[in-house]
C-alpha cells in the first residue's frame, strides 16, 4: 500500500504541465526589454566609474604610502572588473540556464 502512495507522488512529481517561455503573451513586452536594456547600460556606466574611482584611490594610496587606501583601491578594481563581467555576461548566462533548465526531465 506504501508502495503505491510513493509511485503515485513520483508520478505527480514527473506530470509535465506543458508550459514553455513565449513572446507576444502579454502587453508591455517590449517596453520592459527597453528598460531592463537601460538599467544595463546605466549600470555599465556606473561601474566604469567605480573603476576610475578605484584606480585613483589605488594610485594615491600607493605615492603616499598609504598601505590600507592601496588595498582599498585593488580592492574595488577587482570588484569593478566583476560586476563589469557579470553585466556583460548577463544575457549569455541566463541563456545558459535556461537552455539547462530546459533539458532536465
Known amino acids: 500500500m506504501l508502495a503505491y502512495y510513493l509511485a503515485d507522488a513520483a508520478t505527480q512529481l514527473a506530470y509535465d504541465p506543458g508550459i514553455s517561455p513565449s513572446e507576444g503573451g502579454l502587453p508591455g513586452l517590449s517596453v520592459l526589454k527597453s528598460t531592463v536594456g537601460s538599467i544595463n547600460l546605466f549600470a555599465i556606466i556606473a561601474v566604469v566609474g567605480a ?55
Do not use: D, P
Not at 580592492?75 to 535556461?98: E, H, M
Open 51 to 105: 573603476l576610475c574611482v578605484s584606480g585613483i584611490v589605488w594610485a594615491w594610496g600607493h605615492h603616499t604610502g598609504s598601505h590600507g587606501s592601496e588595498q582599498k583601491g585593488k580592492q574595488g578594481a577587482l570588484v569593478a572588473a566583476g560586476c563589469a563581467l557579470l553585466l556583460g555576461a548577463a544575457n549569455g548566462i541566463v541563456s545558459f540556464f535556461s537552455t539547462v533548465g530546459t533539458s532536465v526531465h
